[in-house]
């Protein structure tokens, strides 16, 4: 697979101390099956993380911390531990990340549609951060948004160009609300994403107030 677009450090840093809401730490498992340059980065800011861990004095801790600690185990999100089954083998055209979420080919989904030949499955995570499968007929223009927090999109199937370049198969666009972008799909084919945001969409064009109740973002 040909990537020229990675997460940010920031994104692998946050992904690797586990503070990524549910969907975003999804986004960037998925992209690290794919990408062992960005899994490289990883497992250095996951060795760099544990240098500074050997390096911290004891302190004296309360009786009832590991209890708490070990409560606290109980609260991680599943895509947490799934980076570090990430590279085993799949059956599919899928991540294997994503794989495990979805019940079905990406082809026999229950694709909602939401307008412009946008097509949307929301894969229920609840809670703050939202994470769907957006489809894209061919020669789609997106209406222009920005984003009121981080946004973190993975390719799976078809391409699209935006103001920051093309994008295809396993590259990935982490956006936050500075970027103001129109994605365009290429003709040939539909254009399949993972898609999560950690706060809504803000559509700004006249087009794109006019889809923002049915995105729901
Ligand atoms: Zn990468």
């Given at each position: 697979m040909n990537i020229s677009h990675h997460f940010d450090d920031a994104t692998l840093m946050a992904y690797a101390a586990g503070t990524l809401s549910q969907g975003m730490a999804l986004v960037v498992a998925c992209h690290l099956h794919w990408c062992p340059e960005c899994m490289k980065r990883v497992k250095q800011a996951e060795a760099v993380g544990g240098a500074l861990l050997d390096n911290i004095n004891p302190v004296a801790v309360s009786d009832s911390a590991l209890d708490n600690l070990l409560a606290s185990l109980?609260?991680?999100p599943p895509a947490a531990v799934e980076k570090v089954e990430a590279v085993k083998p799949t059956?599919?055209?899928?991540p294997y990340p994503l794989s495990t979420y979805l019940d079905k080919p990406l082809d026999d989904l229950p694709w909602k549609w939401i307008g412009y030949g946008m097509y949307q499955v929301d894969?229920?995570?609840?809670?703050k951060g939202a994470a769907r499968l957006f489809k894209l007929a061919p020669g789609v223009s997106v209406p222009h948004h920005t984003h009121t927090g981080n946004e973190l999109t993975l390719i799976l199937r078809g391409s699209y160009s935006d103001e920051i370049g093309r994008f295809r198969r396993g590259d990935v666009a982490d956006l936050d609300s500075d970027v103001l972008h129109q994605p365009i799909v290429d003709t040939g084919e539909d254009c399949i994403c993972l898609i999560a945001t950690d706060a809504p969409l803000k559509f700004t064009g006249i087009m794109g107030r006019l889809i923002q109740p049915f995105v729901g973002l």
């Open positions: 109980d609260d991680v059956q599919s055209d899928l894969l229920n995570f609840g809670g």
